[in-house]
């Protein structure tokens, strides 16, 4: 390309020019310690015309899933991973982020950077708690300046979140664009729910699965590894429960590190007091029975102590075993609640009802008791684990009530004497969105799911729509913690595990932009889908 010097004093330039940018220094010379036109041998001479400066368009926000809140643009030339590029932090609490983002940018990783300073190409993380609110916050800011990158957090959480979205700035040989992205969550739970019970995946599956949602800014991985198909961890209390094909306590154990790298929590689920079938399998005697001796699939008879008995045994050994601060305890489709008189039909639950909780009781309020005994079981010490349970496992008009710190899954509408969600935020209760309508990927799509597709969720669904495709008032935003993703595998043979990674693919990223940015998305969904498919 033929390039042409142009001059403008005091005129215009021409079209198509390329204009230079001509540094004066403060004593009108170039820098050389001469003044402008008067060579130091006193003789006429011609100036050397002073180098060029490049200049730089202003840069454009970074594509990133989800999208960042907030972008400064900046001229620049941005920064990019380059031989002798180094991460470096000011604080050895960052050690496993600085050597993570090492590592998958083929930088140096360098430890403390002590009193040295950086120096173009590098990467800084660095904590401040008084810039950002605090070490939980996972808010983050992400600086491109002088061909360097600074990310600072009050809390590693945000630092890892700033890497992740460096990460995919430089994704495909890009370039981080230069200016000051300030960014942060919408939503505190962002979360990917896996049954693991009806169909096993194995360990491997499982880890690259933390990979990919921590990359995306997930921070909660459910795992349901308790119902009727099957038992998928091994057990020390109770070991005759456990499938043939399951995970191992070595196999967790590496699950849950990688997590916890990753900043991600995992969330067990034993369901109870339904989706019991695989400990019925091996203590029969537990099975719950109508008058006429007919079994109700899954449920356990909670009129019998020995019923209590193994499932706190379940939920000591593995809340000393998980490490971190949520349970799920389930109590969706308890049998004996879904039909038409619980009290005719199961006259021994009846009994005990008014046993526990007074002559007016009902079997609701048993099972509502059953609910607040295991929720007290895993918040007391050493547990010291938040509950939560299906929306279908709470009732209005007993005479027991769920405790209220118990957290709702709110999952479905279709329930027996369903609950609009807004009844449970009237209440006060905190609730977390697994809406089945857009969340839920069944496999095999029975009754009537139908697999969820990422543009659905991008374009209709938000974290107040709990139920249905209707939202709840913005009053309650506040109430409604987050929402997550859930593969249920009913039928565990329709798709391969191979299979369910590439159907989630596009559903997990539509559904984090919408749980990380509460506004509208920038990006058409065409867009949104070429650039999942660039990073």
Known sequence: MNRRRATAVGGVVAAGAVVLTVVLWPDGGDGSGERAGHPSDGKSAVSPSPSPTK??????????????????????PGWKPAEGGRVVVADDALADEGRLLAGELKLRYAGILGESAPRAGDVELALDEGGHNGKNDESYTLTVKDRRVRIVAGG????????????????GDGTAPEGVVRDRPAKPRRGFMLDIARKHFTAGWIEDRIREIADLKFNELGLHFSDDQ??????????????????????MRRILKLAASRHVTVVPEIDSPGHLGAVIDKHPGL?????????????????????????????????????????????????????????????QLAARAREDD?????????????LNDRADFVRQSPYEKRPRAWNDGFFRGGTVEADKDVEVAYWTGKEIGAREPAEYLREGRKVLNYNDEYLYYVLGQPNTFRYPTG?????????????????????????????????????????????????????????????????????????????????
């Open 55 to 76: 200049s730089y368009p202003l840069s454009k926000a970074p594509q990133t899933i989800p999208a960042v809140r907030q972008h400064t643009p900046a001229r620049g």
């Open 455 to 535: 543009q659905r969720i991008y374009e209709e669904w938000t974290p107040l729509v709990l139920r249905g495709s209707h939202a709840v008032s913005g009053t309650y935003d506040g109430q409604v913690l987050g929402g997550s993703f859930a593969v249920w595998c009913d039928l565990a043979g329709a798709q391969t595990q191979d299979q369910v990674a590439r159907g989630i693919r596009l559903p997990l990223r539509a559904t984090v932009q919408k749980l990380w940015d509460p506004r509208k998305p920038a990006l058409s969904w065409g867009n949104f889908a070429r650039l999942a498919d660039r990073l």
């Open 156 to 171: 590693d959480a945000g630092v890892f979140y700033g890497t992740r979205t460096l990460k995919q700035e430089v994704s």
């Open 358 to 370: 007074g002559p007016g009781a009902r079997v609701q309020d048993l099972a509502t008791t059953w």
């Open 287 to 347: 099975q719950l029975k109508d008058t006429r001796g007919v079994p109700a699939r899954g449920a356990v008879d909670i009129s019998k102590p020995e019923s209590e008995e193994i499932v706190d045994d379940l939920l000591d050994e593995y809340g000393k075993f998980f490490p971190g601060p949520y349970w799920h305890v389930g109590a969706d489709e308890y049998r004996a609640l879904m039909t038409k008189n619980p009290e005719a039909s199961y006259p």
């Open 230 to 251: 099957g038992f998928r961890l091994a057990s020390d209390s109770h070991p005759e429960i456990v499938s043939p094909y399951h995970l191992t306590k070595a196999e």
